[in-house]
């Protein structure tokens, strides 16, 4: 007589517990951890996911599993493991987890599907091996001894490698992986956007080879995708590049981790589960033993305070490639300026000669506004209405092209108006600069130019961001204008002149990162000058010249930026001193979620007593209405996720929520907004 089989299944909705299931005699031969299963659940029939097997199960009355899905397991014993910690530290389901690892094609229970070889994965560039390598100098070697001696160990390490901008980086990523090759470990290489560079993806290719790498991006089909999997799943590529879903790869034996400008925002994700690809890539690294490189010029603070702690290890790159300098960086204090002209320029006149002379030179210039659309901000001058999204508390933005006033969180769009709609005067004041103004204020000044914006309004179609770049490679463009989609990666060596219109807009958001990110942003964009044989030139044009985020960044001075960052964080017990988990309630009656919210703060407060964790809130939240939802929260500080997530947990079991109120907690949020 067999014995009864049991199956502890994981489902993918916000529910923490797994499920008893009991197996049907024919299937038990079949079942395996890994599998997907067709269940009931409710009077539904959904996917599960086998996590465990069991011989007894303690329900009474117990249902069984309805069908195997899978021949084989499709989630590793390391992939369970890692969406397990994923569960835990991010606060969602074991099944919610697991289901953000499955690749496309496998939800919603499907088996297979056509596969489709990526042909053109990224058009314009070339995937041939090339040969002719750079003899690395004297620091990139220093780098990658440390880097090999550690990986010959087999043991789990994490590197921050901290180099300026074109100090080589990409070179000892090289070395590192040739070695992980060697010892025939799998390599994953994350990159932020993928999409939007190319010609880093280029690099690699040109290195490996294009049958060693599987390269997977937001913009392949799912059968391009599926195509990926099997290749990395057959080990016929050994290298995955790809953004951060790329770390659940169906790896064999896991060597290297890469993530390339570690200190992203695109590396957390924003929807359930909102895992940060730092903490989850060192968290697979541990479980495979495996070697993790970070690599930055301006590494996140956590980072930093992590290697100064020595719980990463540093390695620096302080220079420049021979043949190129940091460029010169210049701040414009933009107060004298409106003095001088009694309006507010867009362009300063230091600026504009800097253009000017560039032009003339026929060198390429970069243009830089982290805000698109053209007017960001529309009034009426006699009542003082604003043009607001009417299902957000947000100033609509005007679009020139379009003329339409479109709100850039919920895509709301209505026609521009020319009379106030409060007050029927006609007094509308079109304020704020977006790069379609800067554009059109580029072609009035520099009529003889060729200028071209980038941004996510002009990159609509699919090709439109390989088709702009290659025109600026191809020196068909003076002038690319956007946002910080040209901040990233470019390497153009005829690039000369950057110009950044504001310095302001990232420093003033109401976020505690606000001067991290404005400094990591102006030394990436200012990175993109000068790469070449020609000094590069950067100008920041500000309001807030003194600011030390700003200071810090003429002289490239990393370091220096850091010792004033560090303290402030310290002083307010901020990250990476301590860690943030917020807690948003939504609803779409106002009353409802300040309720909501207030009740659940008390119960928490109740329920804290004597641990050391601090709540502020509940505060209506810096986007106080978004998509129709009224938006309440609070903040938690606490200096353990984990022991803080438990009391969380037992705090929403006890305590149901309406129907009418819904929930998003997320653990070391990147900006709180
Ligand atoms: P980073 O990743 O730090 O920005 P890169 O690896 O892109 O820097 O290097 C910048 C440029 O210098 C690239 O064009 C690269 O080919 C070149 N380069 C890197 N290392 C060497 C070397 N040892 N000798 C010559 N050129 C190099
Ligand atoms: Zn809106």
């Given at each position: 007589m067999s014995e009864n089989k049991f199956v502890q299944v994981a489902i993918n909705l916000p529910l923490n517990d797994v499920f008893d299931y009991s197996v049907p005699q024919v299937l038990q031969p079949l079942v395996r951890i890994g599998k997907r299963v067709w269940i009931s659940f409710g009077n539904r029939t959904i996917v599960g996911f086998i996590v465990g097997i069991s011989n007894s199960s303690a329900i009474a009355?117990?249902?069984?599993?309805?069908?195997?899905?899978?021949?084989?397991?499709?989630?590793?014993?390391?992939?369970?493991?890692?969406?397990?910690?994923?569960a835990d530290y991010y606060l969602c389901s074991w099944g919610e987890a697991i289901d953000a690892a499955?690749?496309?094609?496998?939800?919603?229970?499907?088996?297979?599907?056509?596969?489709?070889?990526?042909?053109?994965?990224?058009?314009?560039?070339?995937?041939?091996?090339?040969?002719?390598?750079?003899?690395?100098?004297?620091?990139?070697?220093?780098?990658?001894?440390?880097?090999?001696q550690s990986m010959d160990k087999q043991e789990f390490n994490v590197f921050l490698l901290h180099g300026v901008t074109a100090s080589g980086k990409t070179e000892v990523y090289f070395g590192a992986i040739e070695q992980a090759l060697q010892q025939e470990r799998d390599v994953l290489v994350f990159i932020p956007e993928i999409a939007l560079t190319p010609q880093t993806v280029q690099r690699f290719t040109e290195k490996f080879?294009?049958?060693?790498?599987?390269?997977?991006?937001?913009?392949?089909?799912?059968?391009?995708?599926?195509?990926?999997?099997?290749?990395?799943?057959?080990?016929q590529a050994k290298i995955v590049i790809g953004p951060r879903s790329a770390i659940f790869s169906p790896f064999k034996k896991l060597g290297l981790i890469v993530v390339d400008e570690e200190h992203e925002n695109t590396y957390k994700q924003e929807d359930t589960p909102r895992y940060h690809l730092i903490n989850t890539a060192i968290k697979l690294a541990q479980i495979a033993q495996a070697t993790v490189i970070l690599g930055s010029a301006t590494p996140s603070l956590e980072s930093n305070y992590a290697?100064?702690?020595?719980?990463?290890?540093?390695?620096?790159?302080?220079?420049?490639?021979?043949?190129?300098?940091?460029?010169?960086v210049q701040i414009v204090d933009m107060r004298n300026q409106s003095i001088r002209t009694k309006r507010l320029p867009l362009l300063s006149k230091v600026l504009e000669d800097n253009i000017s002379r560039c032009l003339k030179n026929k060198e390429q210039i970069i243009?830089?506004?982290?805000?698109?659309?053209?007017?960001?901000?529309?009034?009426?001058?006699?009542?003082?209405?604003?043009?607001?999204?009417?299902?957000?508390?947000?100033?609509?933005?005007?679009?020139?092209?379009?003329?339409?006033?479109?709100?850039?969180?919920?895509?709301?769009?209505?026609?521009?108006?020319?009379?106030c709609p409060e007050c029927n005067g006609n007094y509308i004041n079109y304020l704020g600069?977006?790069?379609?103004?800067v554009e059109s204020e580029l072609c009035r000044i520099f009529p003889q130019a060729r200028i071209s914006r980038m941004d996510s309004d002009s990159m609509r179609k699919k090709t439109a961001h390989f088709e702009a770049l290659d025109d600026f490679k191809h020196k068909k463009i003076d002038i690319l204008v956007g946002t910080q989609m040209l901040a990233k990666g470019l390497d153009f060596p005829n690039v000369t002149l950057v110009g950044v219109i504001s310095a302001d807009i990232s420093l003033n958001l109401p976020d505690?990162?606000?001067s991290e990110r404005t400094f990591s942003l102006l030394t990436q964009v200012a990175g993109r000058a000068g790469r070449g044989k020609t000094a590069g030139k950067v100008i920041i044009q500000t309001y807030t010249p003194e600011h030390y985020a700003i200071e810090c960044s003429v002289n490239h001075d990393y370091h220096g930026f850091y010792a004033k960052e560090i303290v402030f964080r310290k002083q307010l017990n901020l990250p990476p001193f301590s860690r943030l988990i917020s807690i948003v309630l939504r609803s779409k009656e106002e009353q409802t979620v300040i309720a909501a919210a207030e009740s659940f703060n008390q119960k928490l407060r109740l329920k804290i007593k004597n641990q050391e964790i601090s709540v502020i809130g509940p505060m209506p939240m810096?986007?106080?209405?978004?998509?129709?939802?009224?938006?309440?929260?609070?903040?938690?500080?606490?200096?353990?996720?984990?022991?803080?997530?438990?009391l969380i947990k037992e705090l929403l079991k006890d305590n149901k929520l309406s129907s009418k109120i819904k929930l998003a907690i997320d653990v070391d949020p990147r900006m709180v907004v």
């Open positions: 009355r117990i249902k069984e599993i309805k069908s195997i899905i899978d021949k084989e397991p499709i989630l590793s014993p390391e992939i369970l493991e890692l969406t397990r910690w994923i499955i690749a496309m094609p496998f939800k919603k229970g499907k088996t297979s599907i056509k596969p489709r070889l990526a042909s053109q994965l990224i058009p314009g560039i070339d995937y041939e091996k090339k040969t002719g390598e750079n003899i690395l100098n004297k620091d990139q070697n220093k780098a990658l001894l440390q880097l090999k080879g294009k049958e060693k790498i599987a390269l997977v991006h937001s913009r392949l089909s799912a059968g391009e995708k599926f195509t990926q999997w099997q290749r990395i799943k057959n080990s290697a100064k702690t020595k719980q990463f290890k540093l390695i620096e790159l302080p220079e420049r490639i021979k043949g190129s300098e940091l460029p010169y243009i830089f506004l982290n805000r698109r659309g053209f007017s960001t901000f529309v009034n009426c001058q006699k009542c003082g209405y604003i043009l607001q999204c009417p299902k957000c508390s947000l100033a609509l933005v005007f679009h020139c092209d379009k003329k339409q006033l479109i709100c850039h969180h919920c895509s709301y769009a209505r026609p521009a108006v020319n009379l600069t977006g790069t379609q103004k505690f990162r606000a810096p986007i106080a209405k978004l998509k129709g939802y009224f938006r309440w929260g609070l903040i938690l500080n606490t200096a353990d996720i984990l022991s803080t997530n438990k």
